[in-house]
């Protein structure tokens, strides 16, 4: 039974190794905010348990084991999301925080009965992908708004870096998963973009939330 520690750093290496060619023992120090030497102690500890592979200066590398045991942390996590969201009317915004308390849970059964409740769902509140109990993960191909291009069709399947100032700044502007945008114009010169949407005419966004929008094109 992992200690909720050694969860949190299983599940910061496992994004990590999803976001960068090269996981470093600063860059795990970073993500959980602890110092050089106690982040290395606990990769110590996670080498001689299997769960990962590192040398001295070397990169940190999940191993088949514990690659699937960060899957399966996640999975916890993404499930009571959706679950917080779906069956007791959170807000997208207001889930990240409790699920990082229910997800140390040792209790398989209660997440698979999350699981039936909710019908198996693939995806969380934010679009990301929920890890099946074998730790496999459906991903999708989606495209950044901002890397779209004009007159485009296209539906909100995901947001990156779901922060909750970012998540309150979509909800201010009545944006959730599945708008459809038609992408108007993007400006050479800053990167914005002018999109229309349900109850919104040629509104502006900005780049920075352009490269967060992840979306398809919209099937006519």
Not at 4 to 32: C, G
Not at 104 to 122: T, V
Request: aromatic share 6%.
């Amino acid at each position: 039974m992992a200690s909720p520690t050694v969860e949190n750093y299983l599940k910061a290496i496992f994004h990590l190794s999803n976001q960068l060619e090269r996981v470093t023992l600063t860059k795990v120090a970073d993500e959980l905010s602890v110092s050089a030497p106690t982040a290395n102690s606990m990769i110590k500890t996670l080498k001689q348990d299997g769960l990962v592979n590192h040398k001295k200066y070397g990169p940190i590398d999940l191993t088949p084991e514990g690659r699937k045991a960060a899957a399966l942390i996640v999975r916890k996590h993404r499930l009571t999301e959706m679950f917080l969201v779906e069956r007791m009317f959170f807000g997208w915004e207001e889930v990240h925080a409790i699920a990082e308390q229910i997800e140390h849970i040792q209790s398989p059964q209660f997440f698979e009965r999350m699981d039936e409740m909710l019908g198996h769902p693939q995806f969380d509140p934010h679009g990301s992908p929920i890890p099946d109990k074998d730790g496999a993960m459906h991903h999708h191909a989606f495209r950044r708004l901002s890397d779209c291009e004009p007159g485009q069709k296209l539906r909100l399947s995901a947001v990156m870096e779901a922060g909750d100032d970012f998540l309150k700044h979509l909800n201010a502007r009545e944006i959730k998963l599945n708008t459809v945008f038609e992408l108007l114009h993007i400006d050479s010169f800053d990167g914005s973009l002018r999109v229309d949407y349900e109850g919104h005419n040629a509104e502006v966004l900005s780049k920075m939330v352009g490269d967060r929008l992840l979306v398809v094109v919209e099937e006519t």
